[in-house]
């Protein structure tokens, strides 16, 4: 999926030299709508929030096992994010963050990427590494109901930057199990939970029971995400973390990790 995501920053910076704004701020969600429907046939909903731009697809399709099937949905994601980054680069409309939100409408799966304007623009003019580029994506995978987790999909507020820097480190661990099968079988069902973000403290939820024997690996890998993090976004550094739910409630202090 984020390889996907670079190719699409690639095909933005192709299109887009020399280009001067084609949107106006009022033209904004009108002109995703349409951009998704015409070139991926997605019926989808746009709405921009302050500084925050939304589109909500649906994909029927979601759920398969046949790989030429999963290829075509994963290509259609692709297309919906590049057509906000298309849109959002082109306006006169002040942009800062891209939400986009593709749900099955029967199981209740959300998959959410949520990124910042200035780090795909910081990619295309060679600011940041690839690599870095991808680190600063936000992937949630879901099928909670509860509004704490899913009001990013009711695009009725804005995003701010302390919350997508605590939702990023919440990603980014979650990724972890997801790219690494030796850490997925390691960390079991393991995932975090994003809650709250405020003055240097990232509030967290289990989805399952930790173990005594991961609890230090656990500690430590959580450290080294907030810690990576820290340095891309100076002013909304991670100091605390708090981490509650199945029967956990402790903190843990983001200072320096050991190295395995």
């Keep these: 999926m984020r390889k996907c995501l670079f190719l699409c920053a ?7 030299s020399g280009c001067k704004p084609s949107y106006p701020r009022a033209m904004v969600p009108d002109a995703v709508k ?3 429907k015409k070139e991926y046939g997605l019926d989808g909903e746009a709405k921009l929030v302050g500084e925050t731009l939304y589109l909500k697809i649906q994909l029927a399709n979601l759920i398969t096992t046949e790989q030429k099937a999963l290829t075509d949905i994963l290509k259609k994601v692709q297309g919906a994010s590049l057509t906000i980054t298309r849109v959002s680069l082109s306006s006169d409309a002040k942009i800062r963050f891209l939400v986009l939100v593709a749900s099955h409408p029967t199981y209740k799966l959300h998959l959410r990427i949520i990124q910042r304007l200035d780090d795909i623009k910081y990619y295309l003019y060679q600011k940041i590494s690839r690599s870095d580029y991808e680190d600063r994506l ?11 987790y899913g009001d990013m999909d009711r695009m009725d507020r804005e995003l701010t930057m302390p919350e997508f820097v605590g939702r990023l480190v919440v990603s980014q661990m979650n990724m972890l199990s997801r790219n ?7 960390l079991g069902s393991i995932q975090l939970r994003y809650k709250d973000f405020r003055d240097g403290e990232l509030d967290v939820e289990l ?33 605390k973390v708090k981490v509650s739910g199945k029967g956990a409630d402790f903190t843990i202090k983001v200072g320096t990790a050991p190295t395995y």
């Design 207 to 239: 989805t399952n029971k930790l173990t005594p024997e991961l609890f230090s690996f656990f500690e430590d890998t959580l450290i080294k995400q907030a810690e990576k993090i820290n340095k891309k976004y100076l002013g909304y550094e991670t100091r």
């Design 180 to 186: 690494n099968p030796f850490l997925g079988i390691i």
């Design 10 to 16: 690639v095909f933005v910076l192709a299109g887009l």
């Design 138 to 148: 936000v992937l949630e995978i879901d099928t909670s109901e509860d509004a704490r």
């Design 34 to 36: 349409k951009l998704v």
